[in-house]
């Protein structure tokens, strides 16, 4: 079973960036679709970004396109989140989460990913 580790979370300047980071334990994340998801306070889990297996497919929620970015380097099992202009409503807990091995769909809803990292604090202030 694939484990996650995010990093890079923090507090940042609305109109500032942050980068998050995601490590996987597996050699095989290559084999995984990987996607971002957030959790503000009083809010339920919701999504952010996703991307295909290979890197050649991005998804993002309508509230962050254009300003965030997300990537993957399958050679050094990383997933990453590029957040610019960030705004107060960015703030939230971010969560890494990996799909089951060898699927090939990118979805958008949490259900469909099996693997969750622990979250790491987002906070944007004035």
């Known amino acids: 079973q694939v484990q996650l580790v995010e990093s890079g979370g923090g507090l940042a300047q609305v109109g500032g960036s942050l980068r998050l980071s995601c490590a996987a334990s597996e050699r095989t994340f290559s084999e995984y679709v990987m996607g971002w998801f957030r959790q503000a306070p009083g809010k339920e889990r919701a999504f952010v970004a996703a991307i295909s297996r290979s890197d050649t497919r991005t998804y993002y929620a309508d509230s962050v396109k254009g300003r965030f970015t997300i990537s993957r380097d399958n050679s050094k099992n990383t997933l990453s989140l590029q957040m610019n202009s960030l705004k107060l409503e960015d703030t939230a807990v971010y969560y890494c989460?990996?799909?089951?091995?060898?699927?090939?769909?990118?979805?958008?809803?949490?259900?469909?990913?099996?693997?969750w990292g622990q979250g790491t604090q987002v906070t944007v202030s004035s």
């Open positions: 989460a990996a799909r089951g091995r060898g699927l090939y769909s990118v979805p958008t809803e949490s259900r469909e990913y099996r693997h």
